[in-house]
């Protein structure tokens, strides 16, 4: 485990609680420091290393998780070029890292997160129920894939198996303009102080996100600009058939067909889950399910096989039908 | 009380824990039959009364509160028209309201909500350190706005002294705008199931009041679509300059600027409370407390001087300061 954060300290935390062997490793001394000592005081058969150096952590691994910022993953890459394991990470963005990997790498991301960050903020649950995507290129060894995913779903996770191209889109969609808008909206809104007075549940949920450190907002939307810019536009093109609704001499009256896309989605989400059942380990059909909206449970022992499930009839997406009202 | 859906109902159960003798009425029959009900559920001197008609509630009534969703205010100003004392309501848009109002009235709205809706999900509690905007215009006597204050903190709420114009434009900014872009982002992101299976904290936040009813989302949007025309201009303003900026050559560097205010914003929200004082009850110097982002938390006996917060030094909106980080 390279990079000892919220993330990468929860990945080390429920490896080691899942029995395997972890060593870790952080540039910071405070912070490897802490993760030693955490280690010490959890049960003995669920404690980790913390190494000295990138190498030793490295050396011997049958696989290196990488765990580090965006912008501090190029120069992970370039220390354990040479490495002939397998590679995985845990980055917002797929694009970048996979155009500049050599080893054989899986990509991934786990969509966790908190409000506090650190080691100290870790977390060995974190990733129960979470859905985790792991990029399935052309170039990826199905085996390779497999194995990431028979360890990450050993950790509760939900497996979506994606591109990074069709990753980066998504999260464009569903996280990175979603950062943009709260931190747009706050700011609109803190212009005027009675508005923030009066800011209530619409306001505390929509702009929850605009707190987080804009470093870590610009690196996740500038490293993925190409898909941040199309939907961005798309929710632009919509605000401003809202914004024409306004203006129609009747606006009670025009809205509510514009409002009925959002509300059928939101109120079928998050997507219900079908019944699992059992599907040929094969990497089309793989990316398929992922581009359903379905994810993996569970990888048979022989490999050959995957346990997926998929959303329940008429309920994922644009194509669910709104609830009754 | 007119009308005991939540909000109505929630002012019926906590006037009457405070020891008010209140009467209530719901134009839907099974309404008026489990609020009915429900009195009987309380400890006897918390009870309420829930009359056949609106004549039957209004007849004797110190102080009528209006508590009907928005395109019915109308209909029901009409019905108790010539009743000769102290009307209030709570309604989320203020200035339609104000213009059809011919009784003594002092225009409320209560920043509380919840998911449920309906007088099963009332709550006496509700308003327990919740932002109660009440308008004083110019045309209002101070008496009657004091009167409805002091029941309003009473029920524990924080009464935010305002004008209909500057409540709309605020509401407008931190209500209305946010369940708009809300649903926008739901829209969009609903077009791609993969999205929808990757969403994570910052959708479920901030795509959670899409799910809101079409008809109530149009009636407050259209019902106050001037204020609503321009936060929403205003928001595009700053999301078309986010979008310029993903164009930049290195928007990783470029972005943090941008997201600076809406951080600073964020970080500084809610408004923190400055100590207590008093401060005559004047009408210019109660809607200034109110533009500054302060309210008032209690009304003096001799109603001459009210006891007001006014935000923490620094804390308050784009002049706080952003959290060190």
């Known amino acids: 485990m390279i990079g000892l954060g919220l993330i990468g300290g929860s990945v080390l935390r429920a490896l080691a609680a899942a029995g395997h062997r972890v060593l870790g490793y952080d540039a910071d001394p405070a912070t490897r420091a802490t993760a030693r000592t ?19 952590t490295v050396r011997a691994a049958d696989l290196v998780v990488i765990a ?8 992970v890459l370039d220390e354990i070029n040479g490495h002939t394991g397998l590679v995985t990470d845990v980055t917002s963005v797929k694009g970048p ?6 080893a054989r790498f899986v990509g991934g991301h786990p969509m966790a997160g908190r409000e506090r960050s650190g080691f100290a903020a870790s977390d060995g649950t974190l990733f129960d129920g979470c ?19 028979a360890l990450v779903t050993g950790l509760g996770a939900r497996v ?24 747009a909206l706050a700011g609109v809104a803190g212009r005027d102080k009675l508005a ?46 809202a914004r024409r609704l306004l203006d129609d001499d009747d606006p009670i009256s025009a809205l509510p067909g514009w409002l009925d896309e959002g509300g059928a989605t939101r109120r079928a989400w998050p ?40 959303p329940a009839a008429g309920q ?8 009754a009202e």
Request: aromatic share 2%.
């Open 38 to 56: 955490a280690s010490a005081k959890v049960q003995e058969d669920h404690r980790w290393q913390v190494t000295a150096s990138i190498g030793d």
């Open 68 to 75: 580090v910022p965006l912008p501090a993953v190029g120069a």
């Open 97 to 102: 890292i996979r155009n500049n990997v050599t």
């Open 131 to 149: 859905a985790w995507a792991l990029c399935l290129e052309q170039e990826t060894a199905l085996d390779d894939w497999l194995t990431v995913a």
């Open 160 to 183: 979506v198996p994606t591109t990074a191209d069709e990753h980066d889109r998504a999260v464009a969609a569903v996280s990175h303009v979603p950062h943009l808008v709260a931190s």
């Open 196 to 241: 923030l007075t009066l800011g209530a549940g619409s306001f505390r949920d929509g702009t929850r996100v605009a707190a987080t450190r804009a470093a870590l907002v610009a690196a996740m939307c500038g490293g993925n600009a190409a898909a941040v810019r199309d939907a961005l536009d798309a929710l632009l093109t919509e605000l401003t058939e």
């Open 271 to 310: 997507t219900r889950a079908g019944e699992p059942q059992a599907m040929a380990a094969e990497p089309d059909a793989l990316r398929e399910l992922g581009r359903a909206g379905g994810w993996v449970t569970a990888v048979a022992a022989d490999r050959g096989s995957v346990t997926v499930v998929r």
């Open 316 to 323: 994922a997406g644009s194509g669910g039908r709104p609830r």
